[in-house]
């Protein structure tokens, strides 16, 4: 059963705390993206994988760190320096490039106590 | 920079309706244009996807149209149903960059 998987669905962060999000594809693909969802904002890029070993911050790369170190998994990790990580967020995958139809995980719903 | 607009941000219509979602976007110099659907706190799921070289996608009930060099889309859907209520979202890839600049979406309720 091919997809996108993201755990945990919900994660509760406490001050000062770091925090991982896990991404896995079986989709045998290259490319693989983080994405933050706020309500009235839209989707916003926050790292991308193009191949293995290999990524890019996006448009809100502050106060997070991601690694690619299998082509099946890209977990985002977000640190005590993003003072605002209430949100929803998304991981996608796509066969090469972003030119490429995304599909997308279930998400996981980040809130701070 | 690349903007992409959504109108309306909310729609509400009887089950059977035909219905007509727009989308626009600033620059034209684009590579490919998506439509996605979204069930409330759910991901996404790829709907249609337009090559800047095609006019038109169909998947069954839906219709979606690109014209380039007005930076429009629509999504046409028929014959609208209450399971089709959900938010849809239309995202571009211009040229000079690889990644989706995503709208911020259309929420649509069909009411049986």
């Known amino acids: 059963d091919g997809g996108i998987t993201q755990s945990p669905k919900y994660l509760f962060r406490k001050e000062g705390q770091n925090v991982t999000l896990s991404c896995e594809q079986n989709l045998n693909h290259d490319a693989m993206y983080w994405y933050r969802q706020d309500p009235g904002q839209g989707l916003r890029l926050i790292y991308y994988s193009q191949i293995v070993n290999d990524f890019q911050k996006g448009d809100i790369a502050e106060g997070y760190s991601v690694s690619r170190e299998k082509k099946e998994s890209f977990p985002l990790t977000v640190t005590s320096a993003q003072k605002n990580p209430t949100a929803f967020y998304l991981c996608?995958?796509?066969?090469?490039?972003?030119?490429?139809?995304?599909?997308f995980g279930p998400g996981t719903r980040l809130l701070v106590l | 920079k690349q903007e992409v607009t959504q109108i309306p941000a909310a729609l509400s219509v009887p089950e059977g309706e035909n219905l007509v979602l727009n989308c626009s976007f600033t620059d034209s110099a684009i590579y490919n244009l998506q439509w996605f659907r979204q069930d409330p706190g759910k991901g996404l799921t790829s709907l249609l996807l337009i090559q800047s070289s095609q006019r038109e996608q169909t998947s069954g009930r839906l219709n979606a149209s690109l014209d380039k060099s007005s930076g429009r889309s629509t999504l046409y859907i028929a014959a609208s149903q209450p399971g089709d209520s959900a938010t849809y979202l239309c995202?571009?890839?211009?040229?000079?960059?690889?990644?989706?600049?995503f709208g911020t979406g259309t929420r649509l309720q069909v009411f049986p």
């Open positions: 995202a571009v890839i211009s040229y000079n960059t690889d990644k989706l600049i």
């Open positions: 996608a995958s796509s066969a090469a490039g972003g030119w490429e139809t995304q599909y």
